[in-house]
C-alpha cells in the first residue's frame, strides 16, 4: 500500500528500525550519512537499497530539509554502493518511488540500485 510522502516523518517505520537494529538486514555498506543493505524481495540480480541516517520521507523531504553534508554523504554512498558492487561497467539503474503515484511503500527515503542484468524499459507498461 503506497505510503502519502507528505506526512510527518514515522520513526516506526521499516527502515528506522534497520537503521536502530532492531530487525535484521543485510548490510552492503555504512557510513556516517547511510547505510545500504540488501533489498529482502529482489526485483533484479542485484537490488540494493540506499538509505540516508537523517529522519527524511521522500526526496522532496530530504531535498528541502538535509544539509549539504547529509546530501553529500547520501549522494556519494550511493556511488560508492555502486562501485563496490561492481556495476559502474555494464551499467546499473536508480530508483526512487515517491508517494502515492511513485508506489512508495517504506516511508523512509531510499534509492534502489539494480543491476548485474539488462534491466528493460524504464517505466513497466
Ligand atoms: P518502495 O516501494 O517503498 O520503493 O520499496 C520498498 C522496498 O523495501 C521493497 O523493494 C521491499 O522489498 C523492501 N523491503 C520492505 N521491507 C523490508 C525489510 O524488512 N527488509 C529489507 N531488506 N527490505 C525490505
Redesign the pocket.
Given at each position: 500500500m503506497p505510503i502519502d510522502a507528505t506526512l510527518p516523518y514515522d520513526d516506526a517505520n521499516?527502515f528506522a528500525k534497520?537503521l536502530r537494529g532492531e530487525?535484521p538486514?543485510t548490510k552492503v555498506y555504512e557510513d556516517e550519512w547511510a547505510f545500504a543493505?540488501?533489498?529482502?524481495?529482489p526485483?533484479a540480480e542485484i537490488h540494493t537499497?540506499v538509505i540516508p541516517k537523517g529522519r527524511y520521507v521522500s526526496w522532496d523531504d530530504f531535498s528541502a530539509k538535509a544539509s549539504d553534508a547529509e546530501i553529500g554523504g547520501f549522494v556519494r554512498a550511493v556511488g560508492t554502493v555502486a562501485r563496490a558492487k561492481g556495476l559502474v561497467e555494464l551499467g546499473y539503474r536508480l530508483l526512487a518511488?515517491i508517494g502515492a503515484h511513485g508506489?512508495?511503500?517504506?516511508s523512509h527515503l531510499?534509492v534502489?540500485i539494480f543491476g548485474g542484468q539488462p534491466l528493460g524499459r524504464m517505466i513497466s507498461a
Amino acid at each position: 500500500m503506497p505510503i502519502d510522502a507528505t506526512l510527518p516523518y514515522d520513526d516506526a517505520n521499516i527502515f528506522a528500525k534497520i537503521l536502530r537494529g532492531e530487525i535484521p538486514s543485510t548490510k552492503v555498506y555504512e557510513d556516517e550519512w547511510a547505510f545500504a543493505f540488501e533489498d529482502i524481495n529482489p526485483q533484479a540480480e542485484i537490488h540494493t537499497l540506499v538509505i540516508p541516517k537523517g529522519r527524511y520521507v521522500s526526496w522532496d523531504d530530504f531535498s528541502a530539509k538535509a544539509s549539504d553534508a547529509e546530501i553529500g554523504g547520501f549522494v556519494r554512498a550511493v556511488g560508492t554502493v555502486a562501485r563496490a558492487k561492481g556495476l559502474v561497467e555494464l551499467g546499473y539503474r536508480l530508483l526512487a518511488n515517491i508517494g502515492a503515484h511513485g508506489g512508495q511503500e517504506v516511508s523512509h527515503l531510499h534509492v534502489h540500485i539494480f543491476g548485474g542484468q539488462p534491466l528493460g524499459r524504464m517505466i513497466s507498461a
